[in-house]
């Protein structure tokens, strides 16, 4: 209320200043008017009270509200559980899931899944098909219904996040919206399925991932490499929030899933002082459980990048090579930005430059591919290191 009292204030020195002139005591007039309009706001208040009492003593008998605790309460939570029917598989689930009801494009699903976009595509296609073939109703599930597709939920709302905390395409490096509506979403699955480990861990995850944005972006938007981030500029109450339902999540006594690990992951970011100061040695432990749990290329492409931290470049380049050879990366930036990367740490620049150059085209962000760029340009002509 102080805020939207102090801009109605300004706003009216901006009518009132230039036809009148500037008052001896600027901040008194301010102030001034700001108590007025407070004064006004609690007499509009009351009165409305009021006439709300006058309405509520005319009309006592209105019978009993009926009010259904298993309710979805939430109109785009609710379209999700019904568009993840189990008669598609739980990836075509996702898939048709975040473009019809998530708006995501197939570009943005396909970087998410790390395949190309032709077999989103075709995926929805078959979704589509599939859903008319067999049938089935458009309604929200029964209670009984929801468990069995809890899982592609938590898997969409999570994919709207990770859009929204890093874009696939565009000038800017993070999608606020996508992250809110992702933080909002998580947070009533937890309410409406508190006994379920992986809605906690789920929210653990998206809270303490958010709590870094503050600081991830300059004052140009431009982005800001963790080790470069001031981490006064974290946001110390998501970080307590994450905290606390992460440790719900652990106290289910089925251990962490998949959410959770991550989210253990990065709470160690989360509480460290600084980069040298962060448990990388953890941090490798909790991607080598959760590629056990749940394995993927990006979180085997991640535990590379967390061994570099803890033992070298060295131990972690093997690591990266071989998934270059399996190929399961290549239409992702991710994997020769890393290479690039471990080889300049290496003093191997020469190397380096065309790992990045093909990060660089690979790359649709506009503001991802300016910090690639300033690596290659940092390397000199042919790749020796800049004099001085």
Known sequence: ?????????????????????????????????????????????????????????????VGEVSYDPDAIDDDMLALMFTACHPTLKPEAQVALTLRVVGGLGSDEIARAFVVPTATVQARITRAKKTLAAAKVPFAVPEPAERRERLAAVLGVVYLIFTEGSTATSGDSLIRTDLVREAIRLSRILARILPDEHETLGLLALLELTAARMPARTGPDGEPVLLADQDRRRWDRSAIRRGGAALAMAGRSGRGLGAYGLQAAIAECHAVARSTDDTDWDRIVLLYEALGTLTPSPIVDLNRAVAVSMAHGPAAALPLVDELAVGGRLATSHLLPTVRGELLVRLGRPAEARPELELAVRLCRNERERSVLQAKINSLGAGGEWPVG
């Open 1 to 61: 209320m102080a805020e939207d009292l102090a801009q109605e204030a300004l706003a009216e020195a901006l009518v009132t200043w230039p036809r009148d002139g500037v008052p001896q005591n600027p901040y008194g007039w301010l102030l001034t008017v700001g108590k007025r309009r407070a004064i006004d706001t609690y007499r509009r208040r009351a009165a409305l009270d009021d006439r709300y009492a006058a309405l509520a003593r005319e009309h006592t008998d």
